[in-house]
């Protein structure tokens, strides 16, 4: 009995949990919720923390999940604001976008690594497979290891574009999913090229691991080349809202797009937009 | 002939398996230590307490702790009972009902490998959508109790089957219900079984990333109520290591609180099935 | 008094109760799968219709965003890890059962019994870590870039042992001590009784395990992920990358859209497919020696 006695408490606490949520809805004009881009979701998370505690008692909660899933949710209404790391794509208008701030892409190899630039060509070369060794870029008798981007991540759209790539040509070793797997495939392994993001890159050499950012077009990979535009790969981070904003979203917004939050902008690693 | 020969295996037999039991325990240790050793520099009493800083790189990890045991509480909560209501039906009623029985078993086999993936895509769709529970440690807990279920019941079925037939047989003989059976014999005898398959459970339960990330959710606040979304450890430490850089350092530190906690969950459950089986005897 | 037909009624009423609790119970966790697989059926029609199953075994290669859905290569890599790790923590498990049974002194088998479950429990994602921070450099020694077929196998057999090596000794656990018992009486030695005794008597519960570390394997992803290369191609060694069904559902998801966020629940029906296809081929096997 004592069993039965349980299961109906839990299907109380279940059933006083949808009434709970009753609740929190009626109160929702005090939360707001984000998802999308795991990329923007550390960002978002800060930008929260700080506007949670100039505007008491609103509430933000960031959820991540990727670029798609902020896109679907904020046009669902699933979420009050998306998050993005990719420009939307034909079928997808209808949100209203407010950039937040911008990230490089650049190559990155092993620190030990003597290669110190590639041209446009030979990065072309790497990546389908034309040129298979270091030494034919002088660098070691070793064999090239290719580190690509997994299918639909804005940095490997990025990337490709820039290259005038298409990903069927690329001839990878390993493919990697989020930023931080490339700079570990990277840094354990010599031969290795791959591309993330410049304030990812550039956040991890700060703390020794052993990686070095390659220029673009004679053009030094950091952040303060991302911010004044003159790094050639770069991509936008963007908040999304179906059509106009009202309310607690538009307040947030506001804040979001201003100046008080630029430090948190460069403590994640990204260039704020200069406006 | 036959006795010369037996010790000379018996000695070979003895040497391998002890061997894989070394080398079990060695993997095991390689790994434990290897994660001990990067993180227990960041561990301290602050770290434990303190809120996340600058996305989980500075701070500790006081919110994420309460969210996980939250979320566990409300795992082991549905999870156990219907667990073992379902364990008590398979291997002690579905005889007779072949058919019922055999279908649940068989479905319960192909829920245990469901990619943990595409429970969270179903947690995601069914309880925060569906049953409108939104991102929360009741939503995460839920789809952690779907996930532990085929193995908690794979095990505690098991346990229950070994229990020998004649005493079941003498407990009817002597007129008792079978609630009185199923509490007075079954369950004791079966506690150690039942207490191994929910630390498996569990365990693979607490080890998830992928379900929680999409029902549970990412938010490091302290929880206020079930119904607000906070983020597990798995999570976090997958945060740190693969999305935040320069997170290594409190990512290896929350690996290692969140073996801590596990070996103590498990201290907990077979203390805990030792009790219960001493008290259920008497 | 305790004949008293009111008790005796009030007994056979709680009774019904409990049948009907259990049966319910049963239920409940019976119907999640189905639940479960007519959502992820539901999110993979769309693919579905469109051209129908054959493409996933027809197109040419993986590239999603033009439609083309070759799954024939991330099966290929699903199978592959998964065999390879269940070859590896098969044998070992059950020696890790026998070990814990048969050999170790009482108290050395309670701490390793511990040690196991511990772990049982250690998250996927720090295998993965400790995989891509310390394995795959090693295997790299043995040239390619380390990630690939060998250490995703490793990695996801360390992942499968506990469950084989902890079914494997509650099975043996399980054989009856008088039957044990006896064959000591005749004289048999540990090795003897264990593999010609307890694991023949125990064959059920272990069959049992290692469909649950099958299961796992084949689910397994953040692990795998995170140590497997994920090139999409047949692997031809075993340093060559490769990608799993699980670890190509947790790169694309987030960031698919449409068709091929479709196309990819797709995948994971495919593989729910697979795995029921072979439980029921365990099934039938098991009743056919049954039988014979």
Known sequence: MARTRIVALLLLAVFAGGCGVGDAAAASGARLVLTGSSTVAPLAAEIGKRFEELNPPARVDVQTGGSSRGIADAKSGAADIGMASRALKDGEEGLTVFPLARDGVALIVHADNPVRELSRDEVTGVFTGRIQRWSELGGPDSEITVVNKAEGRATLEVFLAHFGLDNREVQADVVIGDNEQGVKTVAGNRSAIGYVSVGTAELDIALGVPIRLLPAGGVEASTENVANGTFPIARQLSLLTPGEPSGLAREFLTFAQSEEVHDLIAQQGFAPIAR | ?282 | MTSSPSRALRRSRADGALVAALAAGAATAGSIVVLIFAFVAREAWPALRERGPLRFVTDEAWHPSDGELLLLPMVAGTLLTTLGALLLAGPLGIASGIFARFYAPARAARLYRRLVALLAGIPSVLFGLWGLVVLVPLVARLGGSGQGLLSATLVLALMILPTVAITADAALGAVPQPVLQGAAALGLGRWTIARRVAVPAARSGIATGLLLAAGRGLGETMAVLMVAGNVVQVPDGPLAPLRTVTANIALEMGYATEGHRSALFASGLALMVTVGALVVLVEWQRRRTVRA
């Open chain 2, 1 to 282: 002939m036959r006795e010369l020969r037996l010790p000379a295996g018996e000695r070979v037999a003895t040497t391998l398996m002890w061997a894989a039991a070394a080398f079990v325990a060695g993997s095991l240790l390689w790994i434990l230590g290897d994660m001990i050793v990067r993180g227990l520099g960041g561990l301290s009493p602050a770290f434990l307490t303190s809120a996340p800083a600058d996305a989980g790189r500075a701070g500790g990890i006081g919110p994420i702790l309460v969210s996980t045991l939250a979320i566990l509480a409300v795992c082991i909560g549905v999870a156990a009972p219907l667990g073992l209501a379902t364990a008590v039906f398979l291997s002690e009623l579905a005889v007779g009902r072949r058919g019922f029985g055999d279908l649940v078993r068989r479905s319960l086999d192909a829920l245990a490998a469901v990619p943990s993936i595409v429970f969270g895509l179903f947690g995601n769709a069914l309880f925060c959508h569906v049953l409108g529970l939104g991102f929360s440690i009741l939503s995460g807990g839920l789809t952690l109790a779907c996930m532990a279920l085929p193995l908690l019941i794979r095990t505690t079925e098991e346990a229950l089957r070994a229990v020998p037939q004649e005493q079941r047989l003498g407990a009817a003989a002597l007129g008792l219900s079978r609630l009185t059976t199923l509490r007075r014999l079954l369950l004791p005898a079966a506690a150690p079984g039942i207490g191994a398959g929910l630390v498996l459970g569990v365990g693979r339960a607490i080890a998830e990333t992928a379900a929680l990330l999409f029902t549970s959710g990412y938010v490091t606040r302290m929880p206020g109520s079930l119904l607000d979304s906070g983020r597990s450890l798995s999570v976090h430490v997958f945060d740190l290591a693969m999305n935040v850089p320069g997170g290594n350092e409190n990512a290896y530190a929350s690996a290692c609180v969140l073996v801590l906690a596990l070996l103590a969950i498990n201290a907990l459950a077979v203390e805990g099935t030792r009790w219960w089986a001493r008290r259920a005897a008497r």
